[in-house]
């Protein structure tokens, strides 16, 4: 009796957090952001990953938070697309977290009606995978095994900054060759646009004499290894990244939830 009263008291204060968070959350830039980069997809399913426990921590819960709302727009953009059909559609939800307790479990279960599973097998182009801050050794693990074509997730090129292109590469291959196609990318069309804003100097008659570029003799200077990234073996062949801007401002109730993130399509 004791313990099915303390069990009704947990699930209606997580309920109460949850309508709270949700309510401060939706009026927030960060989810107006999120929805525009994800508004073109079209799937039947969100799988997210190490959410972290919501009856532990607020961030966790703020990220819930998100992953409703998403799925609320994902629904609806659905129907829209599926008028014609005289039933309608839903979005399945499947989250995975080791650190899941009962009370985390029962709530997704009963009140949002996700489905709380460790396995899960979908073709990958149905599936948005949604991993806030998930760490890097085994966001490597989902991306050989899962071959994600959505994610919202780290921005991998954070990484780049934190381990040299070497230890990158040799521990987390297919996160390095994303990372080494975003950044690739950002070049050449930071280029482009040089080229393009470049001002064309006047036809006055004058001639502009380069500076000449005397090398100083014997000095070494220093080459980074180059790195085979295999991408012939890789999954993909390109991708679109965008980094989740909004969510690096802290300056929010939700304070770091959102914070690193990056939303890709990968082909
Ligand atoms: C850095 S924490 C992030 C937690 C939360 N999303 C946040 O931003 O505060 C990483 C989470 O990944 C979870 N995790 C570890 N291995 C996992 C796995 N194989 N599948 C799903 N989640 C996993 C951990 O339990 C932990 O909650």
């Known amino acids: 009796m004791i313990v099915a009263i303390r069990q009704m008291k947990n699930e209606a204060r997580l309920q109460d957090s949850f309508k709270e968070k949700l309510r401060v959350l939706q009026r927030g830039d960060v989810v107006q952001e999120i929805l525009s980069n994800i508004s073109g997809i079209d799937v039947l399913f969100v799988r997210c990953l190490g959410l972290g426990s919501v009856s532990v921590s607020y961030l966790a819960m703020y990220q819930l938070c998100l992953l409703k709302l998403v799925v609320d727009y ?8 599926n008028k014609e059909e005289s039933e309608m559609v839903e979005i399945k939800v499947s989250l995975w977290d080791p650190v899941f307790s009962h009370e985390d479990k029962e709530f997704f279960e009963n009140h949002l009606k996700y489905t709380v599973e460790e396995e899960f097998k979908c073709d990958p182009s149905s599936v948005l995978y949604y991993m806030p801050h998930f760490p890097v050794s085994i966001f490597e693990s989902v991306l050989t095994e899962e071959k994600p074509k959505f994610i919202l997730a780290n921005d991998l090129t954070a990484y780049a900054i934190k381990f040299p292109e070497t230890k ?54 220093y080459q980074p290894p180059v790195i085979d990234y295999g991408f012939e073996t890789a999954y993909f062949k390109k991708v679109k990244s965008s980094i989740i801007r909004e969510g690096n401002n802290t300056d929010n109730p939700w304070s770091s939830a959102f914070t690193d993130m990056s939303f890709m399509v990968i082909d």
């Open 74 to 81: 994902l629904n609806q953009n659905l129907n829209e697309r």
């Open 168 to 221: 990158y590469f040799s521990q987390y291959p297919n996160c390095a060759r994303l990372t080494k196609l975003i950044t690739n990318k950002a070049k050449e069309e930071s280029v482009e646009k040089e080229n393009c804003t470049a001002v064309k100097p006047p036809d006055d008659g004058f001639q502009i004499v380069k500076k000449k570029n005397r090398k100083k003799k014997n000095s070494l200077v």
